[in-house]
């Protein structure tokens, strides 16, 4: 009988403490007035009360799920054993899992757009603006995130980006992308060999023709060294162009897809064909002169080499890429007791320089997900759980850095075993600095922060559901007739010129042209 009274009591304890542990977690769900000190707390703390109920937040997850997604960039070599570490957190917090695949930069770009076309089962995919992130979205390929859906399943995030960042990442004034929550520089600068250049008692590497004197240097005196070597993938567009003709003319070059640009200046925005300007013109005949005194491999457009790793082995003498990724480089390179003296150079200084919209990085749930719910809750965690955050962005502690502090940190011997991959989609205000990363490269950052332009169309969106077909015509012009001028490798520039905007007339430019003005005067006249 007391046996009996005894479980009666307890079944009624535990009644009374489930309807309350019910209530405490929708109440924390639902509150819009977080403090800061709230919002910056590691949400194990809300997952480990509610663990043994399967719930997280007042959300059910009780259900035991594998997410999936699809990174760019190498597999890291230590890959298993980080994601090993974040998969017990996960497992914890949100009882949920990650797998990862991840598209080499040697064929990503063909292979990131087959991935959503076929609509393969995955969960999550990093993407961004220079990744096609707009045209993604408008075929079909991922998920609206609704603000209900957001302030539910990710109300960390949904507090801490503003709405300034929200609405850069919307496409016909819908969303499909958590952004980064931490902005950076996307302007190019140039890496370079400075033990070569005092070796040939060569002038400072500050404008175009000092770049071009020192590659034609090593390419008459260094055997075996390549002057230039671009980034593997970079299609349509030389890579030197965001140098040399986007940030040299100060100019916005839209979709990297498309041959139109507008002056950053111009308050109309009016478009025009890159390809028809004496501007463009005068940058072929550059490259035709490089590429006629080997200032690149003959085979440049067929290499599927990793060009900052034949930079770090002393194979290239110059590569290009954003501030971050040559900083950390160069951290690397010193790390290592690198034999080369290395420099960049801002080849055109005073121009004016722009920063990176939200969608410079950002993650976005495939439009077929099973767990739409579960994988915004991996998002959020990602970008606001302190040691999932250091987990995915640096990997472990004591094996691939050091913790310096509440915002630095210091990478050991192993920690290249951990890089290289798109896990940028995840950069909040929780991200450590290398506190090796060098102050030439962050004066640089301090420097351009003065010269940050901000346009009317900086935040503009094209809507190409019309002109869909002409956009894919002009895409395959491009590759034919655009490269072979980029590379240098036409006989005669005017000729290739002309025969190439012929070909882009007949794949549909006037029509993408009108319509794309169409919609920028439509933008510039809301606003």
Known sequence: MATKKSFLLLAVILLIATVLGACGGNKNSNSSNTSAAESSAPASNSA???????????????????LKMIFVGPKPVDYDSVFAEINKKLKEQINATIESEFLDWSDWAQKYPLKLAANENFDLIYSANWAGYNDQALKGGFLELTEDMLSK????????MSKVSWDQAKVNGKLYMVPQNRGESVEKLILYREDLRKKYNLPAIDSPEAYANYLKTIAQNEKGVIPFTPETGDWKYHNLDRV??????????????????????????QVFNVYE??????????????????????????????????????KTASITHNNGTLGSLIALMRQENSPYEVALADINPSKAKSVAISTQNG???HATSKYPERALMFIDLMQNDKELHDLIMYGIEGVHY?????????ATDKNQNYTGFSNWSFNSPLNRDNVD????????VK????????????????????????????????????IPLEYGVVKDVDAGLAELNKQLKAAGLEKVQQELQSQIDAFLAAQ
């Open 277 to 314: 300007t004496q501007e463009f013109k005068d940058l072929a005949n550059y490259y035709k002169d490089l590429a006629d005194n080997n200032g690149w491999s003959k085979n440049a457009l067929n290499s599927k080499n990793d060009h900052q790793q034949d930079f770090k082995q002393g």
């Open 153 to 160: 399943y990710m109300p960390k995030t949904w507090e801490a």
């Open 447 to 482: 420097k351009w922060e003065e010269q940050v332009y901000h346009y009317p169309l900086e935040t503009f969106v094209f809507d190409n559901s019309k002109v869909k077909t002409e956009i894919s015509n002009l895409g395959n012009v491009m590759l034919r007739y655009a």
């Open 48 to 66: 480990e009360s509610s663990g043994e109920t399967g719930a997280s937040g007042g959300i059910d997850t009780s259900e035991e799920v594998k």
């Open 402 to 410: 050091e913790k310096s502090g509440e915002d630095k940190y210091i």
């Open 244 to 269: 040399l003709l986007k940030q040299e003319n100060e100019w916005n070059m839209f979709d990297l897809d498309m041959p139109f640009a507008f002056k950053l200046s111009d308050p109309q925005g």
């Open 363 to 365: 993650t976005s749930v």
């Open 437 to 444: 990363f060098p102050q030439e490269a962050s004066d640089l």
